[in-house]
């Protein structure tokens, strides 16, 4: 799968329907942003089976700023819902790689409790 272009109006959708997405915030002006991207593209052709998906940070600054994107390239990866993962910086090939196993292997009863607990921390 190619990878996709998410806005406000697709991008919450986009995470809770698909169990595993990755999305790449950039923009067309970020040196390390043109170089990340082949890079993510290439991944999203190998691994057919998760949404890879892209957002120009200068055409959704709305959305850039709901998640609190202070630097790009960033890289967030979410998980039946969750973001498991949000770090800026550009990634290389294997690096990609080794975090795309990480959150396939995550164990999501662990990340629901673990988010639970959190919630239920912030509440009291």
């Known amino acids: 799968m190619a990878t996709v272009t998410l806005t406000g109006e697709t991008f919450e ?9 990755l999305v790449d915030w950039w923009a067309a002006w ?4 043109r170089m990340f991207g082949p890079v ?3 991944a999203s052709q190998a ?6 998906g892209k957002v120009d940070t200068e055409a959704e600054r709305g959305l850039a700023g709901a998640a609190q994107i ?32 990480a959150v396939q292997a995550l164990d999501m009863d662990e ?10 921390d912030q509440a009291s």
């Open 13 to 21: 959708q986009t995470v809770t329907d698909n169990d595993i997405v």
């Open 30 to 33: 970020c040196g390390p942003c």
């Open 40 to 42: 993510f593209e290439a």
């Open 47 to 52: 691994h057919p089976d998760i949404v890879f």
């Open 70 to 101: 202070m630097s790009i390239p960033t890289l967030m990866a979410f998980r039946g819902g969750v973001l498991v993962f949000s770090q800026p910086g550009a990634l290389p090939a294997p690096a990609l790689e080794e975090l795309i196993e």
């Open 111 to 120: 990340v629901h409790a673990s988010v639970a607990a959190k919630s239920a």
